[in-house]
Nanobody, 114 residues
Framework: VQLQASGGGLVQPGGSLRLSCAAS????????MAWYRQAPGKQRELVAE???????IVSDSVKGRFTISRDNAKNTVYLEMNSLKPQDTAVYYC?????????WGQGTLVTVSS
């Protein structure tokens, strides 16, 4: 499975961004897709996940502000980010996993600053 992430950029505090992650390859093998982020000097952390069945998990740190969704026709997962805070600044990575594998996208930088 190959993943292509896009949508990062510079946004002011309180603003919004939408990240996209397009999957290609063995789509049928994907059990879930997720967004992680890694801020400078910190470990990579899970932001949100959506399973094949549509169940979602959202980190407490972004709950109520971020929403994960998918478009099956486009094999794409989205992360809608609202009310962004400076502490949301990080490189955001798309992940897809299935039986015996975990694939990562290239990362997209989100900078929240005035």
């Amino acid at each position: 499975v190959q993943l292509q992430a896009s949508g990062g950029g510079l946004v002011q505090p309180g603003g919004s961004l939408r990240l996209s992650c397009a999957a290609s390859g063995s789509i049928f093998s994907i059990n879930a897709m997720a967004w992680y982020r890694q801020a400078p000097g910190k470990q990579r952390e899970l932001v949100a996940e959506i399973t094949r069945g549509g169940s979602t998990i959202v980190s407490d740190s972004v709950k109520g502000r971020f929403t994960i969704s998918r478009d099956n026709a486009k094999n794409t997962v989205y992360l809608e980010m609202n009310s962004l805070k400076p502490q949301d600044t990080a490189v955001y990575y798309c992940n897809a996993y299935g039986l015996g594998y975990s694939s990562w996208g290239q990362g997209t930088l989100v900078t929240v600053s005035s």
